[in-house]
T-cell receptor
Framework: ETGVTQSPTHLIKTRGQQVTLRCSSQ?????VSWYQQALGQGPQFIFQ???????GRGNFPPRFSGLQFPNYSSELNVNALELDDSALYLC?????????????FGSGTRLTVV | AQSVTQPDIHITVSEGASLELRCNYS??????LFWYVQSPGQGLQLLLK??????LVQGIKGFEAEFKRSQSSFNLRKPSVHWSDAAEYFC??????????????FGKGTLLTVNP
């Protein structure tokens, strides 16, 4: 079975720009959750997508948005980038019935905002 | 709200020594509990997880953890550390049951250094 793949692995953006990060879920999984991990911190929950809709959200502003596609892959979009958005962005896929108990994490996208 | 505390920011042990990483959680009911490991610049690898049953959980790479409800703890242990265990370790808690069990709350992590 294929694991969770994220793209790109690294990118550099300028403050005020917009960015799109991508996540392909593990085969057989139908939910995708996104986490932000700032340097020296643990990951923080951004939101989860299930059945192509947002199914829960952490304490992140509306400029963080997402999509889930019919093949269960997902995008994370961040508008009006700020320096504090620099972080490792992780996605995790699962089967809805297992929730976080069945997570598989990807290797992440390292975003640097300058 | 659920929360996780990892009291030790950085631990250094010698190769072959035993290891215990501490984790305390706050949650009203029986939680899901997890330990993940992260190598530099990498994603998270699951070491072990617990929801119910035997309170001593075995994981990969020779790690084990013990759930102690009375102490709200889920400490990670390994009897003999290898140099390849050097990494950052995260404890996490998740909600049990219902439709809201999709989210994990992580601690800030413990960085493990292994001396030869």
């Amino acid at each position: 079975e294929t694991g969770v793949t994220q793209s790109p692995t690294h990118l550099i953006k300028t403050r005020g720009q917009q960015v799109t990060l991508r996540c392909s879920s593990q085969s057989g999984h139908n939910t995708v959750s996104w986490y932000q991990q700032a340097l020296g911190q643990g990951p923080q929950f951004i939101f989860q997508y299930y059945r192509e809709e947002e199914n829960g959200r952490g304490n992140f502003p509306p400029r963080f948005s997402g999509l889930q596609f019919p093949n269960y892959s997902s995008e994370l979009n961040v508008n009006a980038l700020e320096l504090d958005d620099s972080a490792l962005y992780l996605c995790a896929s699962s089967v809805a019935s297992k929730g976080a108990y069945g997570y598989t994490f990807g290797s992440g996208t390292r975003l640097t905002v300058v | 709200a659920q929360s996780v505390t990892q009291p030790d920011i950085h631990i250094t042990v010698s190769e072959g020594a035993s290891l215990e990483l501490r984790c305390n959680y706050s949650y009203g009911a029986t939680p899901y509990l997890f330990w993940y490991v992260q190598s530099p610049g990498q994603g998270l690898q699951l070491l072990l997880k617990y929801f119910s049953g035997d309170t001593l959980v075995q994981g990969i790479k020779g790690f084990e953890a013990e759930f102690k409800r009375s102490q709200s703890s889920f400490n990670l242990r390994k009897p003999s550390v290898h140099w390849s265990d050097a990494a950052e370790y995260f404890c996490a808690v998740g909600k049990s049951g219902g439709g809201s069990n999709y989210k994990l709350t992580f601690g800030k992590g413990t960085l493990l250094t292994v001396n030869p």
